[in-house]
C-alpha cells in the first residue's frame, strides 16, 4: 500500500525565516498532493495541493513542489509568521478508475516560528 | 454553506463499552471518509463512503464499522471498547474526483475510553 513518510517531525524558525518541510511516497500511481494546516484544537485545513501533470505550485508565501522520479514532494513557507505556527501534514491519493480514492497522510511536522 | 459536522464533539466511554460517532458532509459531497488521529500515528485511515458503498477500507480490527445513508450521512461504530482507541476521530467529505477540491474535515470527536 501507500506509504508516506514526512520530515522533519518537527521545526523551528525564527520569524521572518523560511521554512521546508519535505515528504515522500512509495506508490508512482500517486497523482495527487495536498497539505494541510492543523492549528492547535482545530481541524486540518487544506491550504494548498498539487497534481502529478504539474511540478511547482505557488499561492502568496506557500509553495509546493512535486519530484515524481524521486517521489518526492516539499512544502515551502517564505517570510514565516506567527500564525504559521501549527502541525502541517502532507499526503498522497492513488485514484483508481473506479474511483477508489484515499489519502494517506504523513506524520506530521510541527512548525514553531519563533518571534 | 455549512460545513462538515460530527457529533458528539467528547465522548466518554467504559473499556467494553460501544460508541457511535455521527458525521454530516458538505451539501453535494458524496464521499464521507474516516480517520482516527493519534499524537503518536498521526491521521491513520479508517474507511471511506460513497454513495452508500464502502469504497475503501484501512487496517484496523473489526470492531471499527460503518454505513453511509442515502442523504450522505455517516456513521461510525465502534464496539468493545479498549483503553488505545482513545483519540480523536475525524470525518472529512469530498466532492468526486478527490482532487477537485480535496478533503473537507470536520472537528471531530475526541473519545476518551477509561
Known amino acids: 500500500g501507500e506509504n508516506v513518510e514526512q520530515h522533519p517531525s518537527t521545526l523551528s524558525v525564527q520569524e521572518g525565516d523560511s521554512a521546508v518541510i519535505k515528504c515522500t511516497y512509495s506508490?508512482?500511481?500517486?497523482?495527487?498532493f495536498p497539505w494541510y494546516k492543523q492549528e492547535l484544537g482545530k481541524r486540518p485545513q487544506l491550504i494548498i495541493d498539487?497534481?502529478?501533470?504539474?511540478g511547482e505550485k505557488k499561492d502568496q508565501r506557500i509553495a509546493v513542489t512535486l519530484n515524481k522520479t524521486a517521489k518526492h514532494f516539499s512544502l515551502h513557507i517564505t517570510e514565516t509568521q506567527p500564525e504559521d505556527s501549527a502541525v502541517y501534514f502532507c499526503?498522497?491519493?492513488?485514484?483508481?478508475?473506479?474511483?477508489?480514492?484515499?489519502?494517506?497522510f504523513g506524520t506530521g511536522t510541527r512548525l514553531t516560528i519563533i518571534p | 454553506k455549512a460545513g462538515v459536522t460530527q457529533t458528539p464533539r467528547y465522548l466518554i466511554k467504559t473499556r467494553g463499552q460501544q460508541v457511535t460517532l455521527s458525521c454530516s458532509p458538505i451539501?453535494?459531497?458524496?464521499?464521507v471518509s474516516w480517520y482516527q488521529q493519534t499524537p503518536g500515528q498521526g491521521l491513520q485511515f479508517l474507511f471511506e463512503?460513497?454513495?452508500?458503498?464502502?469504497?475503501n477500507k484501512g487496517n484496523f480490527p473489526g470492531r471499527f464499522s460503518g454505513r453511509q445513508f442515502s442523504n450522505s450521512r455517516s456513521e461510525m461504530n465502534v464496539s468493545t471498547l479498549e483503553l488505545g482507541d482513545s483519540a480523536l476521530y475525524l470525518c472529512?467529505?469530498?466532492?468526486?474526483?478527490?482532487?477537485?477540491?480535496?478533503?473537507?474535515f470536520g472537528s471531530g470527536t475526541r473519545l476518551t475510553v477509561v
Open positions: 472529512a467529505s469530498s466532492l468526486w474526483p478527490l482532487t477537485t477540491r480535496g478533503y473537507t
Open positions: 506508490d508512482s500511481a500517486s497523482n495527487y
Open positions: 498539487i497534481r502529478s501533470n504539474v
Open positions: 499526503a498522497a491519493s492513488t485514484i483508481s478508475n473506479f474511483g477508489n480514492e484515499k489519502l494517506t
Open positions: 451539501s453535494g459531497h458524496r464521499s
Open positions: 463512503y460513497f454513495s452508500e458503498t464502502q469504497r
